[in-house]
């Protein structure tokens, strides 16, 4: 959980591009339900503010969540598509390295 939270504005900043992929990719994932999903796409909103809503959802859903959402980002896919995610999740820290590192995760 503290992944996400110190990395809120680097996430929102990269993510923000483009919110639509990663509310498939987090459905399709299931870190988030069909339920949350709709409430995030709301064509109102902007990419910035999905995506805030879209991180305080996955915090407050707990360290589990944090966790899926994580590996999610780490995935070749995803990081082809928003190639700054590699500054946070280098090829030599993987989700278990960190998940040992941080107890709080």
Same mark, same amino acid.
């Given at each position: 959980?503290?992944?996400?939270?110190?990395?809120?504005?680097?996430?929102? $900043?990269? &993510?923000?591009? $483009?919110?639509?992929?990663? =509310? !498939? #990719?987090?459905? %399709? /994932?299931?870190?988030?339900?069909?339920? $949350?999903?709709?409430?995030?796409?709301?064509? %109102? #909103?902007?990419? *910035?503010?999905?995506?805030?809503? =879209? =991180? $305080?959802?996955?915090?407050?859903?707990? %360290?589990?969540?944090? #966790? @899926?959402? &994580? !590996?999610? &980002?780490? @995935?070749? *896919?995803? !990081? *082809?598509?928003?190639?700054? =995610?590699? *500054?946070?999740?280098?090829? /030599? !820290?993987?989700?278990?390295?960190?998940? @040992?590192? &941080?107890?709080?995760?």
């Amino acid at each position: 959980m503290e992944t996400v939270r110190q990395n809120k504005v680097f996430l929102i $900043d990269t &993510l923000s591009t $483009d919110a639509s992929i990663v =509310l !498939q #990719h987090v459905q %399709n /994932d299931n870190v988030i339900t069909r339920r $949350d999903y709709n409430n995030l796409n709301q064509p %109102n #909103h902007t990419q *910035e503010q999905i995506i805030i809503k =879209l =991180l $305080d959802n996955v915090t407050n859903k707990g %360290n589990e969540a944090c #966790h @899926k959402f &994580l !590996q999610m &980002l780490e @995935k070749k *896919e995803l !990081q *082809e598509i928003f190639p700054q =995610l590699k *500054e946070l999740f280098t090829p /030599d !820290q993987t989700s278990a390295e960190r998940k @040992k590192g &941080l107890s709080n995760f």
